[in-house]
């Protein structure tokens, strides 16, 4: 049930309690409503100060510092003066001295060094959202009880601070109140951290609900907050309003017992009392270093005597009360009569319940009956006769006194942060009790013109006071105060905010700048309180008064590195300057230059001074002044009035290179020049006087001397050198009007610059066929500092000079002279010789025969080169003509071969290469190819004949066609082991050779790869030999791999005839083979050992032995020899029986092996013989393979086998009498295994 602490003496004193009160901003845990940007700001509550931002430097330091500053605070209903008040001023209701109050006591343990500000609340109407006011109270006003002084701020960080709380808002809940306090805590917590750098640490004293309202703020605050003190405070809730529940819970209602209070509703809230006590129990840490402490107050029956007595004889005291007072006054004397009358509440409650009983009775209300006769109607079972019990067992013997466990408006437990009925209490409280007897009912009373029940008495209980002082820790804060001087500039980081102090001495408009910040402008009046004057963003400009004190205060948003200056806004201008000083006035003017150097200054008629303590009397100065250094200037009028003063301020007048200035003044003369250039440059100083000893002097423009010129003659010179842009002044020891200067640049920094280039010389050489801008420049330490064109305008046939332009004919006479006459140093000429234009032109052509040619574009008397080739030998050699065949200074072997250019010489005149006049790169030819390294990324390159026959001088390598390649009668037949790809291209070549007995084709065997390439070949031969030979397009043999290759027929062929039986039959054939029997030929290769894949034969053969479209012969293990895929035939064969058995295939003529796969023939094989009488002659063929001993799959015999044209001999075609066709026919395989 909700456990109602009923109390009982409450029944006759609660109306005439006061008490806390509070205010403030709303929280995250204890209130609702938005979080204040301040209040995040202030507030520590994390140790490793993560939202702190750079408050503190060191946790450790920070949380073990001395508080700076101590609130007290007063409860519900309550007022500031509660705390400190004379019952003979204003009847007590105002902050004034007393001897027991806490503030005098910490006055006194400080020796006088602690400020007190009275902060008093403003309602606005919100709950959430407050104003407040300060008043700032010298220790003189408080003891004499005079009013605080109004001030805007926390002004005075120099002593402890004591800061007296007041609530607008004081009957209202405690988050109202707490919103109301901590909006205070977090204006002075930010206003103290401008002062001193860091937030204040807190000690908080608070009376009643001032203590909720505090351990409110610590919990939310726990490392700001160093100390918490509470009297009397209702942790866990008050006899007044669970007295109002408890009557209106038993259906009894009265119009003085009404409790119409929204704090005491707050107050006797459980859950939010609870929600308070569990925010402190997660808040209070072990990091924590806070020093709590709950003072706990009892009632004896000898101060509720010394009550009613008082009440008897000073009812007039308590006229506001008096209605109250006249009616209850005997019922207290009752409850004073029930306990004397109840001895047996020494050992029990009992008696005391039913004593309790007896008063309500002298109400009318029967307590039990209402309790236990409406329990369940009512109390609908929430209460029971043991609870009753419970709940009014207040009273206790302690020393053999009675003692009300009560401070007759709160219950011990509750005061001491127990009671909850969750049975959880506050943590990390220290707890103190003491018993309030007739000793403590004096007339220092905290709450004027109210009974002195317990509860009123303990705010200046001297008890309690000395304990509390006793108990602080009161330090004393460090200020962080900038103090401001004219022109004063420099960084801070900002954390809410910074403080900043100026005294001014002479008068004078300033402006104070802090980008991004809140710039708040104070005044400190005549009571040294600061009031605000000026509020701006960013700057803020004010004519300030001399003799007064300032403070501006810079607010910012977030934690930001801000640059801060303040500057003097009266400027002493070039120029006139019309000054006016009011009588017995200071003022101060500003004079800054952007250059170091002297200046003069005029003053029509006082003596000014100036920063650096130079005085100016009436007259003309020259002064020097520092760049970008302020000069001050101090005008004081000590007249009874105002003067007027003109004042001037000029530069000296400058010279040029060639001209001298004169100033002429009442003391000196004075002549200023500036180095133009971007670095050091000499100078030569001519001076000429007429007569007499005479000096001047050249000053640097930091005032430093450089040097001196003395002569007793009439001239003198002196070298001196200036940094980059410095400027010197000279001046004269003499106002001599006839004193004259020269300044000029030393002439042997003079050059010629052509285009980009800078020349050390007179004479140079230029190549013809180009323009040049040309131009006299000034030279030091090798860097050009100013330039001047020549403008002497000059051209013939070969050049045209105009406006520093040089313009070279191309068809200029080569070794012809041109002359430039500067305007500057007409004795500094400049010779050009004309020269080649690097005109040459030259390249190689890398065919059959490698040749290189050139072109001079001029006549020339010879060009002189040298050949480099791979193997380290040198050719130098020197031409007259266009062009030279190399081929045979390269070297049969990979590598290549370098063409140097040396020189070429024209006119006599020789121009090397690799200069402005001749610059071309070497050429480089490749000794086998037209390129390439071999690699698979990059093969070698063929585009002629030349090319491919190297082939076989780096074999094994890769190779590509880059173009259609001839080769002629193409004889060397040699093996390819590399890889060479046509690259889509074709080549042409014709073989007739006879008595040959190798293999042949365009290679004699291929070991390596051969793909995408047509050939379009003529091959012819008649060997007669026993020895077996093998013919094809690609290769006579392939032991490697031929893919997506073409043999196409070749145009032009030659025709081959045979005759037989005295008739000539023509053939026009590709390949043919005469005589031979032993011989295997085919369109592709003669004999078939590798891989043959998507390949075409078109071409014609004609001969003997084994002939087959794609391949004479074929043999391997079907897939990586052997093996022939999707390659067909279109090309038709002309077969010549002989006295062998031989084979003839429309794809192959003999598989021994291997595997044929997708292969068609589309051509006519024509066959024909002589007469054989041989019965075991036998040929095989057929339109696919004419012997198969393989695999063949996927064919297709489109091509057809027809007889010969020549002669039958007894009804045979071609052969004898005897049955020879057993294996030739018209048929896919003619011999089957």
């Known amino acids: 049930m909700k456990h109602l602490k009923f109390k009982f003496f409450i029944v006759v004193i609660f109306l005439f309690v006061a008490v806390a009160g509070f205010y403030g901003n709303s929280l995250d845990v204890f209130a609702a409503g938005t979080v204040d940007n301040l209040h995040s700001q202030t507030k520590i509550y994390n140790s490793n100060n993560t939202d702190y931002f750079d408050g503190c430097e060191n946790y450790a330091d920070y949380v073990n510092s001395a508080p700076t500053i101590t609130v007290l605070t007063h409860g519900l209903g309550s007022k500031a003066y509660y705390w400190s008040n004379d019952y003979s001023i204003s009847n007590g209701r105002k902050l004034a001295y007393n001897s027991n109050s806490l503030i005098n006591k910490i006055y006194e343990d400080l020796d006088g060094q602690m400020t007190l500000y009275l902060a008093e609340g403003i309602d606005k109407g919100s709950s959430v959202d407050f104003d407040f006011e300060l008043k700032k109270y010298s220790y003189e006003d408080y003891i004499n009880s005079n009013d605080g002084k109004p001030t805007s701020v926390i002004d005075d960080v120099s002593k402890h601070i004591v800061i007296v709380f007041n609530s607008s808002v004081a009957d209202s809940s405690n988050y109202t109140v707490y919103n109301e306090f901590h909006t205070i805590l977090d204006n002075i ?18 009376h009643s609900r001032g203590g909720i309202t505090n351990i409110m703020y610590a919990a939310e605050h ?37 409790v119409d209070n929204e704090g005491v509703e707050s107050i006797m809230n459980e859950e939010e009392l609870q929600n308070i006590r569990n925010a402190w129990n997660s808040a ?38 008096g209605a109250i007072i006249n009616d209850y006054s005997d019922l207290i004397n009752s409850v004073i009569n029930i306990i004397d009358d109840c001895p047996g509440l020494t050992s029990t409650t009992l008696n005391f319940v039913d004593g309790l009983a007896r008063i309500f009775n002298d109400f009318g209300i029967d307590l039990f009956d209402i309790l236990f006769t409406k329990i369940n109607s009512n109390l609908e079972g929430k209460i029971t006769y043991e609870e009753v019990r419970d709940v009014l067992g207040l009273v206790n013997v302690i020393n053999n006194e009675i003692v009300i466990m009560d401070d007759l408006f709160i219950d011990l437990n509750s005061q001491l942060g127990y009671g909850f009925e969750d049975g959880i209490s506050y943590n990390g409280f220290k707890r103190y009790t003491k018993i309030f007897g007739a000793a403590d009912y004096t007339d220092n009373r905290a709450i004027p013109e109210q009974p002195g029940i317990v509860h009123n008495l303990e705010i200046m209980n001297e008890t309690y006071m000395n304990d509390i002082a006793n108990s602080l820790v009161l330090g004393v804060p460090t200020s962080s105060i900038v103090e401001l001087s004219d022109d004063f500039n420099a960084a801070y980081t900002f954390n809410l905010g910074k403080a900043f102090s100026f005294t001014t001495e002479y008068a004078g408009t300033r402006k104070f700048t802090a980008n991004g910040g809140t710039i708040t402008l104070y005044q400190y009046d005549a009571n040294n309180c600061a009031q605000p004057i000026k509020i701006e963003q960013n700057t803020l400009t004010y004519e300030y008064d001399r003799h007064i004190q300032y403070l501006l205060v810079v607010d910012v948003d977030s934690i930001n590195n801000i640059g801060v200056s303040f500057s003097l806004e009266d400027k002493m201008g070039f120029g006139d300057n019309v000054v006016e000083i009011d009588m017995n006035d200071r003022k101060v003017y500003k004079m800054t230059v952007s250059t170091s150097g002297y200046y003069l200054i005029s003053v029509s008629n006082m003596k000014i001074s100036l920063s650096g303590a130079t005085y100016i009397a009436k007259g003309e100065y020259y002064v020097y002044l520092k760049a970008n250094t302020p000069k001050y200037m101090y005008f004081t009028n000590t007249a009874d009035y105002s003067i007027t003063v003109n004042v001037g301020v000029y530069e000296p007048n400058e010279i040029d290179l060639n001209q001298s200035t004169q100033i002429t003044n009442s003391s000196q003369k004075v002549m200023k020049y500036s180095n133009p250039y971007n670095s050091s440059m000499a100078y030569k100083l001519d001076i000429n006087w007429s007569g007499g000893i005479k000096y001047a002097t050249v000053y640097n423009s930091n005032g430093s001397t450089i040097g001196s010129v003395t002569t007793s003659g009439t001239s003198n010179t002196y070298s001196f050198t200036l940094g980059a842009k410095q400027t010197c002044y000279v001046v004269y020891s003499s106002i001599d009007s006839s004193i004259s200067s020269n300044l000029y640049i030393n002439p042997s920094q003079l050059r010629w610059k052509i285009d980009s280039k800078v020349y050390d010389a007179n004479r140079i050489q230029l190549p013809r066929g180009d323009t040049y801008t040309i131009e006299l420049v000034v030279l030091y330490n090798g860097t050009i500092v100013d330039y001047s064109s020549p403008y002497v305008n000059t051209s013939s046939t070969n050049f045209v000079f105009s406006n520093n332009m040089l313009s070279i004919s191309e068809k200029a006479l080569i070794g012809y002279d041109i002359t430039i006459y500067p305007t500057l140093a007409p004795d500094y000429l400049l010779t050009v010789q004309i020269g080649y234009g690097n005109e040459f032109s030259w390249y190689v052509s890398n ?26 030998t040198t050719y130098p050699l020197s031409k007259n003509a266009n062009q030279f065949d190399i081929t045979s200074y390269l070297p049969t072997r990979l590598g290549t071969t370098k063409i140097k250019l040396n020189n070429i010489v024209i006119n006599g005149i020789t121009f090397n290469n690799g200069t402005d006049f001749l610059n071309v790169n070497d050429k480089t030819v490749d000794n086998l190819f037209a390129g390439g390294n071999g690699t698979s990324s990059s093969p070698y390159q063929i585009t002629h004949k030349r090319h491919f026959g190297n082939i076989s001088v780096a074999n094994g390598k890769y190779y590509i066609l880059k173009n259609n390649l001839s080769l002629g009668n193409w004889t060397n037949f040699f093996e390819l082991k590399g890889t060479l790809d046509g690259n889509d291209k074709q080549i042409l070549m014709t073989s007739y050779i006879d008595n040959y007995v190798g293999d042949m084709g365009l290679f004699s065997k291929n070991k390596g790869t051969i793909k995408n390439l047509t050939l379009k070949a003529n091959i012819s031969t008649t060997v007669s030999t026993t020895n077996w030979i093998n013919i094809g397009g690609f290769a006579g043999v392939n032991e490697g791999k031929i893919d997506n290759c073409y043999m196409e027929s070749y145009i032009g062929r030659d025709n081959h005839s045979h005759t037989k039986s005295g008739n000539t039959h023509v053939y026009v054939v590709d390949i043919y083979v005469g005589t031979i029997n032993t011989v295997r030929i085919g369109g592709i290769t003669g004999y078939n050992k590798g891989i043959i894949t998507n390949c075409r034969n078109y071409s014609s053969i004609y001969g003997r032995g084994d002939i087959g479209g794609i391949a004479g012969k074929s043999e391997g293990d079907g897939s990586s020899t052997g093996y022939i895929y999707n390659s067909d035939n279109y090309g038709r064969i002309y077969y010549l029986w002989s006295s062998e058995n031989r084979s003839i295939g429309g794809i192959v003529g003999y598989q021994v092996s291997g595997t044929i796969d997708l292969c068609y023939n589309y051509a006519i094989i024509s066959y024909d013989s002589d007469k ?28 057809e086998v027809k007889t010969g044209e020549l002669f039958k001999y007894d009804g045979f075609l071609g052969i004898g009498s005897y049955n020879q066709l057993e294996y030739a026919g018209d048929r896919a395989f003619g011999k089957n295994g």
């Open 222 to 258: 726990p490392y700001n907050v160093a100390s918490v003190f509470s009297l009397g405070t209702p942790y866990s809730g008050s006899a007044l309003g669970e007295l109002e529940i408890l009557l209106g819970m038993m259906g009894y209602t009265d119009e003085n017992y009404v």
């Open 284 to 321: 209070y840490t072990a990091d924590v270093n806070m020093n709590v402490v709950a003072y706990g107050s009892m009632t004896s029956i000898h101060l509720l005597r010394a009550l009613i007595e008082d009440i008897e004889v000073n009812c007039e005291k308590y006229e506001y009360y």
């Open 1172 to 1199: 054989i009488e041989n019965s075991a002659i036998k040929p095989c063929m057929g339109r696919i393979v004419g012997h198969k001993c393989g695999t063949v799959t996927r064919y297709n015999e489109l091509g």
């Open 189 to 206: 917590s930010a206003q103290y951290k401008n002062l001193t750098g860091v937030l204040p640490r807190f000690n908080l004293v608070g």
């Open 847 to 872: 065919g059959n025969n490698v040749t290189l040619s050139w072109n001079v574009n001029a006549t020339y008397d010879k060009i002189n080169f040298s050949i480099v080739n791979s193997n380290g």
